[in-house]
């Protein structure tokens, strides 16, 4: 079925262009959580390389250690990933340096680490989370190691905790803010906070649902997560401007421009 070329165009130009430049370095896909597989973990300084040396824009998840110290790391608790209990938030930088590894062996990185170990400035999406209220504290730890990057034009910051992204903006943050929406969001988010921020990262059948295709028709960018399979991408790739995938190594296709996405920043 081919794209409505005069919807795609209006649509197009009705982005704010300083969006548009940002989302057009993550059009060829989004490596969740670091180029991972079976051997490299998630978050994983070896995932992350992997993702740097084929020049592939990655995302990652990031907390903050009770004393300061920020991790790489999608949850609080460190049980399913390091194999031993513990919560980032409520351990200092050196116990979770000391005392907990990833599958491979390896620790758990700092962001000041995963910056230093991005030295091709490979496009970024980095997610902040909260726990316990620390909404302001990641956020002003974050930001100044944040605004530091060389390539800071290559980064988008995103969060499922709107405190976060209003405190950003509050402190002058110069990188697009992105709403993260799940199921929760889905249920209680109203249609204000929905278009408050600069785009939004949509679990992505919920990209589906018509106030989401309301909000792309009328100019709203819209990234998506996380692609696992035919019928995820397939409907990630008619509905948004970026797909976040899940796992993506050598047994799978290379994620890669798709013709249909990047016909949304450059209509003909």
Known sequence: MPLDKKREKVYALSMDPSIVSHLRKFQNGVAHRGLHDLTR?????????????????????????????????HDSNLLRMCGKEGTIEELTLEEVKENYRLP?????????????????????????????????EIVEEALPIIHALPNLDDCLLISFWDEILRHARKLGAKLPLG??????????????????????????????????????????????????????????????????????????????????????????
């Open 179 to 268: 709403y993260l929406v799940g199921t929760e969001a889905v249920k209680h988010a109203s249609p204000e906070l929905l278009r408050e921020f600069d785009f939004l990262d949509v679990e992505v059948h919920y990209s589906l649902l018509p106030r989401f295709r309301k909000y792309r028709k009328e100019g709203g960018a819209l990234l998506c997560w996380t692609v696992k399979g035919r019928l995820t991408a397939w409907i990630g790739k008619w509905r948004c401007h970026a797909l976040t995938w899940e796992e993506v190594d050598s047994a799978k296709p290379k994620l890669k421009l798709n013709r249909y996405i990047q016909k949304r920043f450059d209509p003909r």
């Open 104 to 136: 491979d062996g390896s620790r758990l990185l700092t962001l000041q680490e995963l910056f230093a170990l991005n030295d091709k400035n490979v496009p970024m999406v980095l997610e902040l989370k909260s726990y316990g209220g620390n909404e302001h």
């Open 41 to 73: 973990p998630e978050n994983s300084k070896a995932a992350f390389i992997a993702a740097i040396e084929a020049n592939q824009p990655f995302e990652c998840d990031i907390h903050r250690c009770k004393n300061g110290g920020l991790v790489v790391c």
